[in-house]
Each structure stands twice: as C-alpha cells, then as structure tokens.
Nanobody
Framework: VQLQASGGGLVQAGGSLRLSCAASGRTFSNYAMGWFRQAPGKEREFVSTISWNGGATFYADSVKGRFTISRDSAKDTVYLQMNDLRPEDTANYYC?????????????????WGQGTQVTVSS
C-alpha cells in the first residue's frame, strides 16, 4: 500500500507547481486525502484536504486563494495546484489518506502517508 507524491521542484517566487499523489496497492476512493508540508526545523503542518467524493475541501489560511486541491477518482490520484508560490512555501510536501468522512485538518486521523516531494521556492 503506497501513496506516491510527485511534482515537486525548484521554482521562482510567483511561479506554479502541481503536485500529484497516486495510490497503489489499494484504492483510496473512499478516503479523505490531505496534503501536509514540513520545512526544516519545523513541525509538519496542514496544507489542504479533500473529502472522499470531492465535495468538501479545506485549506490552511496561508495557502487559501493560491492552492487548489482536487482528485480524480478514476485515476485514484489527488492533485495540489500551487500558484503564486512564495519562499515560505518551501518544504517537503506529503500526501496522506484518512478514512474519515469529514476530511481532517490535523495529522492524527491520517493512516497512510506518502514519502514526500520537495518544493523549493527561490526569491
């Protein structure tokens, strides 16, 4: 059972990236999917989450209006479109899956985690 995050990279401030999180080994179509990030020396923090059917989404205040989460159930993949990136968005980004119907904005309810993909935003 794996969640594979990809799409990270180096981008200038104001640029965009799209992260992907693909499931393998099982389906996560009935799971809420979340994105978290962790910068060096800091705790892992919530970024965004989407319900199992895509009907509910939540965002951290720091990314609201700039990031968009979506999912493609047919591909069992979740995306995080990141626009207007800022240096403070630099972190390792992780995707995670939770069986809860209401997508959680904290770490504990997430049972499966991907390996992370690095996003670096230069000023």
């Amino acid at each position: 059972v794996q969640l594979q995050a990809s799409g990270g990279g180096l981008v200038q401030a104001g640029g965009s990236l799209r992260l992907s999180c693909a499931a393998s080994g099982r389906t996560f179509s009935n799971y809420a999917m979340g994105w978290f990030r962790q910068a060096p020396g800091k705790e892992r923090e919530f970024v965004s989450t989407i319900s199992w059917n895509g009907g509910a989404t939540f965002y951290a205040d720091s990314v609201k209006g700039r990031f968009t989460i979506s999912r493609d159930s047919a591909k069992d993949t979740v995306y995080l479109q990141m626009n207007d990136l800022r240096p403070e968005d630099t972190a390792n980004y992780y995707c995670a899956a939770s069986p809860r119907r209401v997508p959680p904005i904290i770490l504990d309810p997430y049972e499966y985690w991907g390996q992370g993909t690095q996003v670096t935003v230069s000023s």
